[in-house]
């Protein structure tokens, strides 16, 4: 079974979230995170744990640091909420996952494992794997008539926790991107995840047009 190589993320030289090998091509090795994560920022780093990023494998730990490549911003999709950054291929490598890419394929009730570095922000490097299930299939209302679909997961998440790639346990696909939890409309948040709120519902991006935006990454890479 692929298991979906999982890195901390650093914007402006904090760490604030989770990124995942989404795919190659012959120049770039392509991560997925959380657009709200990058917001304005330019200076983007991924971290290189010793582990590797697998979650399958035993980690060093405590870490106060860890070696990092530097990536740069290949496309966004504000709707959806993602950022694919490219690093060069020669520096760094990694299989990329199976993706889930039609919504008929989730089911309500299915278990799902939401890996990633929810305490990263505050200086963790532990890669942590969390089971859930997912409570419901939404379709984002928005200004286009586009498909927007989402997974709505009983889940607790964290400031790190956006960028995460959510699993599916049966066979380690990919279904979603974490986005944030839901919480009142008056929430004070940071990025899409609420301060103050006790709200442990979680929705992710679901992964249908990832195919999509790597192509389009690719071909912006050779031009930045």
């Known amino acids: 079974m692929k298991v979906a190589i999982t890195?901390?993320?650093?914007?402006?030289?904090?760490?604030?979230?989770t990124c995942f090998v989404a795919g190659a091509n012959e120049?770039?090795?392509a991560l997925i995170t959380a657009l709200h994560l990058i917001d304005t920022g330019n200076d983007i780093f991924i971290g290189l744990p010793p582990h590797g990023g697998d979650i399958s494998k035993p980690q060093l730990y405590p870490l106060t640091n860890i070696p990092a490549i530097d990536?740069?911003?290949g496309i966004t999709e504000p709707l959806l909420d993602l950022a694919i950054v490219l690093v060069d291929r020669n520096k760094f490598f990694a299989p990329s996952p199976n993706y889930v890419k039609n919504i008929n394929e989730i089911k309500v009730g299915e278990e799902v494992v939401i890996v990633g570095y929810p305490f990263a922000p505050m200086g963790s490097f532990l890669e942590t794997a969390d089971i859930s299930r997912v409570s419901a299939i939404g379709n984002r209302l928005g200004p286009i008539a586009q498909n927007r679909f989402e997974l709505i997961i009983s889940h607790q998440t964290h400031f790190g926790s956006s960028?995460?790639?959510v699993v599916r346990r049966i066979d380690g696909s990919v279904c979603g991107i974490i986005r944030g939890c839901l919480a009142p409309p008056s929430a004070l948040s940071?990025?899409?995840i609420p301060l103050g709120t006790d709200s442990s519902v979680t929705y992710?991006?679901?992964t249908e047009h990832i195919p999509d935006l790597?192509?389009?990454?690719y071909s912006m890479g050779d031009l930045l």
Do not use: C, D, R
């Open 204 to 206: 992710a991006t679901f």
């Open 7 to 17: 890195l901390p993320i650093s914007i402006n030289k904090k760490v604030v979230g």
């Open 214 to 217: 790597l192509n389009e990454a």
């Open 27 to 29: 120049k770039y090795t």
């Open 163 to 165: 960028g995460s790639p």
């Open 190 to 192: 940071l990025g899409n």
């Open 71 to 73: 990536a740069k911003l």
